[in-house]
């Protein structure tokens, strides 16, 4: 299994709502990061993953919340969100904490927030 | 701050030439670079990583990295039109605690019949 699993694939939420996203990975990757992706801009880095501690947050608004229960899985949780954090958010794996193998991506959750 | 600068272009160029993208970036810690492709509203997918200074081949693509000048480039040979899409460099480094990639703006290429 060589792949990262980004559920739900599109999600429309309430400024008022609760919800949150899934990533799921199989490959014995010891790292998952959080990226946010707005149209035609480059992916931007959220969080850190690195042996199931958070190990880097680059100042997110704490709207967004992770959560890495376990190695192979690692949840965004979303509470309050504004209009404009609309954007592909983009769960990945890398090998080590080092990065050095590259990342894999997963397909990303298209959120919409109204 | 540390940045990865690329052109956004559009850069076209005609089916079957080469496709050549290029790519700067300021931090001298970074220690491993990556091309990644992605197609409109898809996700990133990684197509070329290098660590040291020279060129790495594979299939059609060839990823060249010099530390000294901080400069990575791709070529793309025989460019075909499902090459058409933003390819974005990335250098990786620690960063406090942890790993980053830092991604560059992404070259839009365009490969024309």
């Known amino acids: 299994d060589t792949e990262v699993t980004q559920t739900p694939k599109h999600l429309v939420m309430g400024m008022t709502n609760k919800k949150s996203l899934k990533c799921e990975q199989h490959?014995?990757?010891?790292?998952m990061y959080w990226y946010k992706q707005k149209a035609k801009k480059p992916p931007e880095l959220m969080f850190v993953?690195?042996?199931?501690?958070?190990?880097i947050n680059e100042s997110v608004p704490s709207r967004f919340s992770p959560e890495c229960p376990n190695s192979s899985l690692l949840n965004l949780h979303l509470h309050a969100l504004q209009p404009e954090d609309s954007a592909l958010y983009l769960c990945a794996s890398s090998q080590d904490g080092t990065g050095h193998y590259g990342y894999t991506f997963g397909s990303g959750t298209r959120l919409t927030v109204v | 701050q540390k940045e990865v600068e690329q052109n956004s272009g559009p850069l076209s160029v005609p089916e079957g030439a080469i496709a050549s993208l290029n790519c700067t970036y300021s931090d001298r810690g970074s220690q491993s670079f990556f091309w990644y492709r992605q197609y409109s509203g898809k996700s990133p997918e990684l197509i070329m990583s290098?660590?040291?200074?020279g060129d790495k081949e594979d299939g059609r693509f060839t990823a060249q990295l010099n530390k000294a000048s901080q400069y990575v480039s791709l070529l793309i040979r025989d460019s075909q039109p499902s090459d058409s899409a933003t390819y974005l460099c990335?250098?990786?480094?620690?960063?406090?605690?942890?790993?980053?990639?830092?991604f560059g703006t992404g070259t839009q290429l365009k490969v024309e019949l």
């Open positions: 290098i660590y040291s200074n």
């Open positions: 490959m014995g990757h010891r790292a």
């Open positions: 993953y690195s042996y199931e501690k958070l190990s």
């Open positions: 990335a250098g990786g480094g620690l960063s406090g605690g942890g790993n980053k990639l830092t």
